[in-house]
């Protein structure tokens, strides 16, 4: 691209008041506020082979925030990969961003069932389901990530017990997640939640104890063996409050995704991802705001799933199998916390 040449964009922007979903803009039509930062981006003459055409996306605003984009578009730091253009978002702002673009512009959200529909219920059951696995799944992952944190067994039993309990498949016509209001005075939502669980915990601690031990600590994989099974989940029953704080912050979670669903609304969007970032950012003592779009990004493929039709792969993926698996006894008594 020569330096008299001025480049051409497609315009990404979700607004309030309306949105770009690739308008194409000439340079004249950038915000002033950043116009001369996207053009230096563009004109960059450390991309080879820069592109005369870019794809330019700005983040959601509200009526607010569009009356004041002079001062709050400058705010951002911008970054162009290829031949796109955006600003960089924090883990919470990224979230909002994906809440209002499912809200406002996905198709399969656009179609959802309001709570007064008959596809209401078995919609949002799939949805939760479906987060539930997943969230289980990231948290753990993003906890463990360092093997040090199991070094604290104090702390990691309760997120393995988390990740092996049983999902909660709901109540019609709008319960969707393990309902903590019983909890501390009664612990039947909790004994509800971990009943049956032995097998899927024995392959939880399979693959950690196979994983310490590839990382050469057979001394620390030997309290991750799956003959322990029935002892981590007795060390999570005699102290349950870490346990229950993640399963309720679960539950905050993805309540939050149901009403940006069933309400799609600006002050839901605002609502809902505000619930979302503050549950994860001390999920089981860890800042896991990172984890907002990929919650919404699940979400939207359960939509996808349910629209194409069927439920049975949902409940596959948790059956009563474990059922006949009895309890094991401890062959080193030293195996408690």
Same mark, same amino acid.
């Given at each position: ?38 053009l230096?981006? #563009?004109?960059? !003459?450390?991309? @080879? /082979?820069? $592109? ?8 959601? +605003?509200?009526? =607010?925030e ?16 290829g031949?796109?253009?955006r600003?960089l ?23 959802a ?35 040090? #944190?199991?070094? !604290?067994?104090? @702390? /990691?039993? $309760?997120l393995i ?6 999902? +909660?498949?709901? =109540? ?59 002892d ?19 539950a905050?979670?993805?309540? #939050?995704?149901? !009403? ?8 839901t ?8 970032s ?39 993926s ?10 094991a ?9």
């Open positions: 691209m020569t330096v008299s040449e001025e480049p051409s964009f497609y315009l990404y922007w979700l607004r309030e008041t309306g949105c770009d979903a690739g308008t194409p803009i000439g340079a004249g039509d950038i915000p002033a506020s950043i116009r001369e930062r996207i230096t981006l #563009a004109k960059s !003459d450390s991309l @080879a /082979a820069s $592109p005369a055409t870019f794809h330019l996306r700005l983040p959601f +605003f509200d009526r =607010r569009e009356r004041q984009q002079d001062q709050l578009l400058p705010a951002f730091t911008y970054e162009r990969t031949d796109l253009i600003p978002l924090s883990a919470a702002a990224a979230t909002r961003d994906m809440a209002a673009t499912c809200a406002l512009a996905e198709p399969f959200w656009r179609g069932p309001p709570d007064r529909d008959l596809e209401y219920f078995p919609t949002w059951q799939r949805v939760s389901i479906a987060l539930q696995r997943w969230l289980r799944v990231q948290v753990a992952a993003t906890y463990f990530d360092n093997p040090a #944190a199991f070094e !604290d067994r104090a @702390a /990691a039993y $309760p017990a988390y990740q092996a309990a049983r999902p +909660f498949f709901g =109540r019609p016509r709008s319960e969707f997640t393990y309902d903590l209001r019983d909890y501390p005075s009664s612990d039947d939502t909790l004994s509800a939640s971990w009943k049956l669980v032995g097998r899927s915990m024995q392959r939880i601690l399979v693959n950690i104890e196979d994983r310490l031990t590839v990382q050469g600590n057979p001394r620390l994989a030997h309290h991750y063996s799956p003959v322990w099974h029935q981590v989940l007795v060390a999570v029953q005699r102290r349950p409050k870490r346990y229950a704080e993640l399963l309720s912050r679960e905050a979670i993805i309540n #939050a995704v149901i !009403d940006l669903g069933t309400q799609p609304k600006v002050d969007i605002n609502r809902s991802a505000k619930i979302i503050q549950q994860l950012r001390k999920m089981h003592g860890r800042d896991m705001r990172s984890l907002g779009c990929g919650l919404f990004e699940e979400a939207t493929r359960a939509l996808a799933r349910q629209r194409a039709g069927g439920f049975d792969d949902v409940l596959d948790w059956l009563p199998e474990n059922s006949d698996m009895p309890a006894r401890s062959p080193d008594l030293r195996i408690g916390i």
